[in-house]
């Protein structure tokens, strides 16, 4: 198991999400669209993304098991470094976030069910 790099999240500047110039591999939707994404900011929050590009030298990373919404949360707050959990949406949210091992996501997932449940 590697260890995390970042013991709080960074701030790549969302905008750079959106100019995909900056994107080294290709995400694919649910709904058959798709973006690019850096694989580095990808893999400073992830250990799964480390693996996937790395390890398996994958240039494409299929979120197709999540709604396109959700997955661009995902890689919005990994660009961002933050993240407002809706009610509408966290528990995706908490599922993307635990299925690629985003820890700081995930808590902030489980603390907005807290408010939640209040």
Not at 13 to 18: T, W
Not at 28 to 49: C, G, H, P, R, Y
Not at 50 to 68: A, C, N
Request: proline letters at 1%.
């Amino acid at each position: 198991m590697s260890v995390s790099k970042v013991s709080v999240p960074c701030d790549f500047g969302v905008e750079n999400l959106y100019d995909e110039f900056h994107g080294n591999v290709t995400v694919e939707f649910k709904d058959s669209t798709s973006m690019k994404a850096s694989s580095l900011i990808l893999s400073w929050n992830s250990e799964v993304f480390t693996h996937l590009f790395k390890e398996l030298r994958q240039g494409t990373i299929e979120l197709k098991d999540f709604s396109k919404e959700a997955a661009v949360i995902l890689l919005e707050s990994l660009y961002s470094g933050d993240i407002v959990v809706e009610r509408s949406h966290f528990r995706e949210i908490y599922k993307i976030s635990h299925a690629f091992k985003v820890e700081w996501l995930s808590e902030k997932c489980i603390a907005a069910f807290t408010e939640f449940c209040e």
